[in-house]
């Protein structure tokens, strides 16, 4: 039986797909000790077609597609797995391609269903001459697992929900610049895509469904990830309970969550949820990827677990999909798009990396960012559907849109910065202030020149 199925993995055709970041360059060559290589996120992002698309660059690099193997360990036709079903399928695949002993790459997908699945690949990838690739559902794939399970053999690599410029290569739409500037016309239909990403988000298969369809479809993945990512994993809390949180975490997104306020809110709705249970239910949504919580920019190196958190979602269509009916708020899509694609750019998941910046002078400046070891220096980002900027003349508006220019002027000299970014929709100035210069940029362009960096 393990030979017939490898056999027809070996010889699939590797499906098509829109190229994204390439994983190439992070990969060793074939031999004994290699780090494996994991890639986690949140379900239903593309994962499995990272893979593929990686088969297909070392296709076209020259190893012999013999030598690139991928098995999904959910077939069914594999029946109850057990802790040698790995090991029969891997010694099946040496029987068909004896050569493949000198070295080879290995692509296990849903591995994380079989039992005692680390022992296999820490065993592998030290005694065979082998790059091995393994991915699977983050219910039992997580970050938080991985060192523990692979004892620091493992190289961890996230992968999200589509960023604007993978949306663009998926619309068909040109992203190319000359020299940094993009013709008129090409900046209009890139303006014009951005705010469809904003309205579609990026989970790859929802791309061109209908608004209904898709609607229906991401609030099914919402409750998907909720229940087996994080309750059946965690059985941190209810049903009720953790779907309630679940809602309110990405109907949030983008704002200020006050932990015991949703527990009052809860227990007066006759739903039983302890103090703990409600705080370990925001750490269980981080390790499932299916929100994040930022804190106030600090130097102390304690956490404080009861420290006010704005929350995130991961994707901005996601949570428009479970948003209330009458409930559109660009602000918030928009916030959470450029919080995802900071997430997306500083992927070592430090912690303090994204920050929120407050001071008693500066109400908020929604991110910090940076990276001491790195050496990437830090940056104050505001987000703001448009910066106002116009609008100080007129006398009922002053007070409101001057506020993100003050904010970030005040962070600045607080900080000793003297450059921030004010990204909005459409607008493209810079605004001299006392502490220097607040860049306004377009988001679309602020998504792309990243994404090119």
Same mark, same amino acid.
Request: net charge negative; hydrophobic share 40%; proline share 4%.
């Given at each position: /039986?393990?030979?017939? #199925?490898?056999?027809?993995?070996?010889?699939?055709?590797?499906?098509?797909?829109?190229?994204?970041?390439?994983?190439?360059?992070?990969?060793?060559?074939?031999?004994?000790?290699?780090?494996?290589?994991?890639?986690? %996120?949140?379900?239903?992002? %593309?994962?499995?077609?990272?893979?593929?698309?990686?088969?297909?660059?070392?296709?076209?690099?020259?190893?012999?597609?013999?030598?690139?193997?991928?098995?999904?360990?959910?077939?069914?036709?594999?029946?109850?797995? +057990?802790? #040698?079903?790995?090991?029969?399928?891997?010694?099946? *695949?040496? $029987?068909?391609?004896?050569?493949?002993?000198?070295?080879?790459? #290995?692509?296990?997908?849903? !591995?994380? +269903?079989?039992?005692?699945?680390?022992?296999?690949?820490?065993?592998?990838?030290?005694?065979?001459?082998?790059?091995?690739?393994?991915?699977?559902?983050?219910?039992?794939?997580?970050?938080?697992?991985?060192?523990?399970?692979?004892? %620091?053999? @493992?190289?961890?690599?996230?992968?999200?929900?589509? %960023?604007?410029?993978?949306?663009? &290569?998926?619309?068909?739409?040109?992203?190319?610049?000359?020299?940094?500037?993009?013709?008129?016309?090409?900046?209009? $239909?890139? $303006?014009? &895509?951005?705010?469809? *990403?904003? +309205?579609?988000?990026?989970?790859?298969?929802?791309?061109?469904?209908?608004?209904?369809?898709?609607?229906?479809?991401?609030?099914?993945?919402?409750?998907?990830? /909720?229940?087996?990512?994080?309750?059946?994993?965690?059985?941190? $809390?209810? *049903?009720? @309970?953790?779907?309630? /949180?679940?809602? &309110?975490?990405?109907?949030?997104?983008?704002?200020?969550?006050?932990?015991?306020?949703? !527990?009052?809110?809860?227990r007066s709705a006759g739903i039983s949820i302890s103090n703990e249970s409600a705080y370990g239910l925001l750490d269980d949504f981080e390790d499932a990827h299916l929100a994040f919580k930022v804190s106030d920019y600090s130097l102390s190196i304690r956490d404080n677990p009861k420290s006010v958190y704005k929350v995130y979602a991961v994707d901005h269509g996601l949570s428009a999909a479970v948003a209330l009916a009458n409930h559109i708020d660009m602000g918030q899509r928009l916030e959470t798009?450029?919080?995802?694609?900071?997430?997306?750019?500083?992927? /070592?998941?430090?912690?303090?990396?994204?920050?929120?910046?407050?001071?008693?002078?500066?109400?908020?400046?929604?991110?910090?960012?940076?990276?001491?070891?790195?050496?990437?220096?830090?940056?104050?980002?505001?987000? @703001?559907?448009?910066?106002?900027?116009?609008?100080?003349?007129?006398?009922?508006?002053?007070?409101?849109?001057?506020?993100?220019?003050?904010?970030?002027?005040?962070?600045?000299?607080?900080?000793?910065?003297?450059?921030?970014?004010? !990204?909005?929709?459409?607008?493209?100035?810079?605004?001299?202030?006392?502490?220097?210069?607040?860049?306004?940029?377009?988001?679309?362009?602020?998504? #792309? +020149?990243?994404?090119?960096?």
């Amino acid at each position: /039986m393990y030979e017939s #199925l490898v056999a027809e993995y070996l010889g699939f055709q590797i499906p098509t797909f829109i190229p994204r970041k390439s994983l190439l360059k992070q990969l060793p060559k074939p031999k004994q000790r290699n780090m494996i290589t994991t890639l986690i %996120g949140v379900r239903r992002c %593309g994962k499995t077609f990272h893979l593929f698309q990686t088969m297909s660059e070392l296709l076209r690099a020259g190893i012999p597609r013999n030598r690139l193997f991928y098995f999904p360990f959910d077939d069914d036709r594999l029946g109850e797995l +057990d802790g #040698l079903t790995a090991s029969k399928v891997l010694d099946a *695949y040496y $029987a068909l391609v004896p050569d493949a002993i000198e070295g080879c790459y #290995l692509f296990f997908d849903e !591995i994380q +269903d079989m039992p005692n699945w680390e022992a296999f690949a820490r065993r592998v990838s030290e005694q065979y001459n082998v790059t091995m690739v393994l991915t699977g559902s983050s219910s039992k794939l997580l970050s938080s697992d991985i060192p523990t399970k692979l004892r %620091g053999r @493992a190289l961890t690599h996230e992968v999200w929900p589509l %960023g604007f410029s993978e949306f663009c &290569t998926f619309s068909s739409i040109e992203t190319h610049c000359i020299g940094g500037a993009y013709e008129p016309r090409n900046a209009a $239909a890139l $303006a014009h &895509t951005f705010r469809q *990403y904003l +309205d579609i988000g990026g989970f790859p298969a929802v791309h061109d469904m209908d608004v209904t369809t898709r609607a229906q479809t991401l609030q099914a993945y919402a409750d998907e990830i /909720m229940t087996k990512d994080v309750l059946e994993r965690f059985g941190s $809390a209810s *049903y009720r @309970a953790g779907r309630r /949180m679940a809602l &309110t975490v990405l109907r949030s997104t983008g704002l200020q969550l006050s932990v015991n306020k949703q !527990i009052k809110a809860m227990r007066s709705a006759g739903i039983s949820i302890s103090n703990e249970s409600a705080y370990g239910l925001l750490d269980d949504f981080e390790d499932a990827h299916l929100a994040f919580k930022v804190s106030d920019y600090s130097l102390s190196i304690r956490d404080n677990p009861k420290s006010v958190y704005k929350v995130y979602a991961v994707d901005h269509g996601l949570s428009a999909a479970v948003a209330l009916a009458n409930h559109i708020d660009m602000g918030q899509r928009l916030e959470t798009a450029v919080f995802i694609e900071l997430k997306r750019r500083y992927g /070592m998941n430090r912690d303090q990396v994204i920050s929120r910046y407050r001071s008693t002078a500066c109400p908020e400046v929604d991110f910090v960012v940076g990276d001491v070891m790195l050496s990437a220096e830090y940056e104050l980002i505001q987000v @703001a559907v448009e910066s106002g900027v116009q609008r100080v003349a007129e006398q009922n508006n002053a007070r409101k849109y001057r506020s993100e220019v003050d904010n970030l002027e005040q962070a600045m000299a607080e900080t000793g910065l003297a450059e921030s970014t004010l !990204i909005t929709l459409d607008e493209e100035s810079d605004i001299p202030v006392s502490s220097g210069t607040v860049h306004v940029v377009p988001a679309w362009r602020w998504f #792309l +020149d990243g994404a090119e960096a």
